[in-house]
């Protein structure tokens, strides 16, 4: 992922999609033809694949990535947690990837077993503790003594702070930032964060990482996580669960229109552009990136990444090899 952002002009924009593991065959199938639809008509510069807490979706969680990595030619990152992971799962997960030709992990701790967010309940959750691995950086310092430089390693940060059991008391990014020194130091070669819909929280978190004292900022890439809304609903919930504030004038547009699905869809699409237009004002060192939770939904994030025209220009030699696809989602 870092070789494909420095390949970029400075003045680049790029994006990435984030998918989980369906639980159905039928979901997979589903998801294997809009994944083929999406990487050809919107080329995000990679894709993501979900981990389930406690290696319940490991299995899934490696299939999808094959069919990104390898059928799709897609440069796929794999999320893998650790607490709650036997040691051996996340070997088996490490040497799995590299078998798959996956270059690139999302280093992550997870959330204890209560969380179901990412969960596949059909699956065993491996339950054993594991003294290795308490905090996202003991697996990053894993990966690196295992497999050195093999993978590029992303970790997780948050604009709004993280909301943690461990210290609900401080739901602060200020309260982070020293851990996140540590995991860049640790080896992390880029930074992806939680989802948020106050750009000026982004913003002031953005600029307190790029002028911290420690340097490890300066110049790694920071991946804003955004959310296409799908429906009023899922928002109130996500928002809830990822402790992400709806600023006032996004909500109120939301609410004018809450009891009609395709209206919030719409405005939806015309909130994300306007906060993807306005990040993208605020100039990175470096191209600037942006990161979408598809919920393995096509059309909002379709209609985003077109209408800020995200979506890379086709070389003369892909245009070639590979008639372009228009957008034509079935969500
Ligand atoms: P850490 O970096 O370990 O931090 C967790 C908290 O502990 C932070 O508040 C940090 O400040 C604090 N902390 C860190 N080190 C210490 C220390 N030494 N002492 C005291 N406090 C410390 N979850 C999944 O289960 N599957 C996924 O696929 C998944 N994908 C995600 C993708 C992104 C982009 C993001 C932002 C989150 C994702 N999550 C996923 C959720 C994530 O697992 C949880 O938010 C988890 O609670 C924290 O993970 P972390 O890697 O940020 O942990």
């Not at 990679?46 to 990595?69: D, H, M, P």
């Not at 699956?123 to 905090?135: I, T």
């Not at 379709?302 to 969500?331: C, F, K, M, Y």
């Amino acid at each position: 992922i870092t070789d494909k952002i420095a390949a970029l002009p400075q003045d680049a924009n790029y994006f990435s999609l984030e998918f989980f593991p369906p639980k159905t065959q039928m979901g997979s199938s589903n998801l294997q033809a809009r994944l083929e639809r999406m990487s050809r008509a919107l080329r995000p510069l990679f894709v993501t694949v979900t981990w389930g807490a406690g290696g319940s979706t490991a299995t899934k969680s490696l299939e999808l990535a094959e069919i990104c990595q390898r059928q799709l030619g897609l440069t796929t990152c794999l999320h893998l947690t650790c607490t709650n992971m036997s040691r051996s799962l996340v070997d088996e997960a490490l040497e799995q990837a590299k078998a798959l030709g996956v270059r690139n992990i999302l280093a992550l701790r997870g959330d204890p077993p209560r969380s179901d967010e990412y969960r596949d309940e059909g699956a065993p959750v491996s339950g054993d503790s594991n003294d290795d691995f308490e905090w996202a950086i003991d697996l990053v310092r894993y990966i690196r003594k295992q497999y050195g430089d093999y993978f590029c390693v992303g970790v997780a940060a948050y604009p709004e702070g993280h909301s943690d059991q461990s210290h609900p008391e401080h739901q602060d990014p200020k309260f982070d930032i020293p851990y996140l020194v540590e995991k860049v130091q640790a080896g992390a070669d880029f930074i992806m964060t939680q989802l948020f819909f106050d750009v000026k929280a982004y913003s002031d978190f953005e600029a307190m990482l790029r002028s911290h004292p420690s340097g490890a900022f300066k110049s790694i890439p920071v991946i804003p996580g955004l959310m296409p809304i799908q429906s009023y609903q899922i928002l109130r919930r996500i928002t809830k669960l990822s402790h992400a504030r709806l600023p006032p004038e996004i909500l109120s547009r939301l609410d004018a229109v809450k009891g009609d699905d395709e209206a919030v869809k719409r405005v939806g699409v015309d909130i994300l552009g306007e906060i993807v237009q306005e990040i993208k004002r605020t100039k990175p060192q470096g191209p600037r990136g942006f990161h979408f939770y598809t919920l393995n939904l096509e059309k909002a994030v379709a209609h985003i990444v077109e209408r800020t025209q995200l979506i890379p220009p086709i070389s003369q030699d892909e245009e070639d090899s590979d008639d372009a696809v228009a957008v034509d989602g079935d969500d």
